[in-house]
């Protein structure tokens, strides 16, 4: 994963933030990172020698990421990559972030 991280970060937004876990915690994807005048909000490992500053409040939002990942996969044709086209891919994606956001605002009486 981390191998790929600078090729995923290619179109970060200057003084946008990054949040990842302790498994991306490099030098050069921070470095990356900040050549886009961007911000790593990444833990550090327990045997970094140099202590890195990384806000515990802002990590917390990952966690909404992680949890929106986990439902989105319960849809069978995202989670087995039915669709052969990025484009079609990408419309199913939608498709269910839609559901998964109107399951939230459904009335319950």
Do not use: Q
């Not at 994963?1 to 946008?16: E, M, N, R, T, V």
């Not at 327990?46 to 989105?72: G, M, Q, T, W």
């Amino acid at each position: 994963d981390l191998a790929s991280a600078k090729d995923l970060i290619g179109h970060l937004a200057p003084g946008s933030m990054l949040l990842a876990d302790k498994g991306y915690d490099a030098n050069d994807l921070r470095a990356a990172v900040a050549e886009r005048n961007a911000w790593a909000n990444i833990p550090p490992k327990r045997n970094r020698k140099d202590p890195i500053c990384f806000s515990r409040h802002l990590y917390k939002a990952r966690n909404l990421v992680e949890r929106f990942f986990n439902k989105i996969k319960h849809f069978r044709r995202i989670a087995t990559r039915f669709d052969k086209t990025a484009e079609n891919f990408l419309a199913a994606v939608k498709l269910a972030s839609i559901r998964i956001w109107l399951r939230g605002y459904e009335s319950t009486a």
